[in-house]
Nanobody
Framework: VQLRESGPGLVSPSQTLSLTCTVS??????????WNWIRQTPGKDVEWIGH???????YYNPSVSGRVSISRDTANNQFTLRFSDMSATDTGVYYC????????????WGQGIQVAVSS
């Protein structure tokens, strides 16, 4: 199973970031799987952003829930993060990851994508 993040490495302040995770070797509709976005920003711990489940249900970290949405494209086995109103504090490395049972244990990670917010 492999996950691969794609998207822009640079966004301007107040813009919306859109990142896509392409999954191979597993299906995003497989029962019990949850597909997650996680980030690490400078000076902070790793932060879970949210997930989309095998049924398409979503759940977000309350700290960012007003700015985040996660959707999926089952035909292409992808899921996408949209993160609005980006600021410099959102600069960091963004990862997609699989949780195979909904217990917030992430067994497969993408390599991560560096995102900078700058004008």
């Amino acid at each position: 199973v492999q996950l691969r993040e794609s998207g822009p490495g640079l966004v301007s302040p107040s813009q919306t970031l859109s990142l896509t995770c392409t999954v191979s070797g597993d299906s995003i509709t497989t029962n019990r799987n949850y597909w997650n976005w996680i980030r690490q920003t400078p000076g902070k711990d790793v932060e879970w952003i949210g997930h989309i489940g095998h049924s398409g249900s979503t759940y977000y970290n309350p700290s960012v829930s007003g700015r985040v949405s996660i959707s999926r494209d089952t035909a292409n086995n992808q899921f996408t993060l949209r993160f609005s109103d980006m600021s410099a504090t959102d600069t960091g490395v963004y990862y997609c990851a699989r949780d195979p049972n909904g217990f917030y244990y992430f067994d497969i990670w993408g390599q991560g994508i560096q995102v900078a917010v700058s004008s």
